[in-house]
Structure formats: structure tokens, C-alpha cells
């Protein structure tokens, strides 16, 4: 088996903070589906000592307690410092111009778009991630099958802040 058939993720870790159960669940498999190996929390705090075990973290902005904008203040003065992407439903009003953040992205997140901004932000830019496909000419996607034979679903991540 070829890097290349592995998945356009192939081992990179991301570490996943996304309150919302469903939405974490559906976003660390499809992760997985394109080779990443994932690491999920629920919380900012629970996410912390994960940092170190993870070359990106992608988080969800809006969260009790402690929320995305204090997790990556301190990513940035960890031991290991990651890069961190925001996925927010707030909208471009909302400010964040002093947040340290690598990408912003807003809800509702196309899970292709999320897998190329992380590779964007690890360098790998060069890299088309082919996991979902659009039907030529609609702008649908279609249902596509993985390497291993299963089908691929697409759709759209996310629904509140």
C-alpha cells in the first residue's frame, strides 16, 4: 500500500475539541476515514495535556467552561507549540483579530475543506484531499467508497457555535 492510498491524513494527529457529541463524533470519523489518527475531547481543559500528542489541534470556539480562545493562548506557550484551527458558527463579526489562531472556519464546515486546512497549515499544501468528490457539473457531493470498500458519506459538520 502506497503513502498515497493511505489517506491524504495519512498519521498526521489532530486532536479534536468539540463539546458537541454528535458533531465530534461525526468529525473525528470522518478524520479517521481520510488517515488521520484522532485524539477527541470535550473541553478545552480536557484537551490540554493532549496538546503534546498532536501536530494540529481544530477547535471548536464557543464551549463551556473554558473556550477555544483560551486553549490556544495556551497552546502557544506550551512545551509544543501546534498549530490551532478555529471552527466557529459565529459569524465575521464576531472579532478575533487577537486571537492566535492558524485558520478560522465557519459553521457549517465541509469536512473536505477542514482536512486541506489542516493540511495547509502542516505545509502539505500541494496535496488534494480526494476523500469526497463532487458530482461534475452539480456541485453535490457524491457518496464515494474508501479503500477498504465502505461507503464515504457526504455532508456537512456543524450546526451551533
Known amino acids: 500500500m502506497t503513502d498515497e492510498s493511505k489517506g491524504p491524513l495519512h498519521s498526521i494527529r489532530i486532536l479534536l475539541v468539540e463539546d458537541h457529541d454528535d458533531t465530534r463524533e461525526t468529525l473525528g470519523a470522518y478524520l479517521m476515514l481520510s488517515g488521520a489518527l484522532v485524539l477527541t475531547a470535550s473541553t478545552a481543559l480536557e484537551a490540554l495535556p493532549q496538546v503534546v500528542m498532536s501536530d494540529v489541534v481544530v477547535t ?11 486553549l490556544v493562548d495556551q497552546v502557544g506557550t506550551s ?28 459553521k457549517p464546515v465541509e469536512p473536505e475543506n477542514l482536512a486541506q486546512e489542516v493540511l495547509n497549515v502542516l505545509g502539505r499544501n500541494n496535496t ?22 465502505q461507503s464515504q458519506w457526504p455532508g456537512f459538520l456543524g450546526g451551533r457555535p
Open 128 to 149: 488534494e484531499c480526494p476523500c469526497l468528490r463532487r458530482q461534475p457539473g452539480t456541485g453535490t457531493p457524491k457518496l464515494t467508497k474508501n479503500l477498504s470498500g
Open 79 to 106: 512545551a509544543r507549540p501546534v498549530p490551532v484551527i478555529a471552527v466557529t458558527g459565529y459569524g465575521a463579526d464576531y472579532d478575533l483579530s487577537g486571537a492566535p489562531f492558524a485558520r478560522v472556519l465557519t
Open 60 to 70: 471548536d470556539l464557543a464551549m463551556s467552561g473554558r473556550d477555544g480562545r483560551w
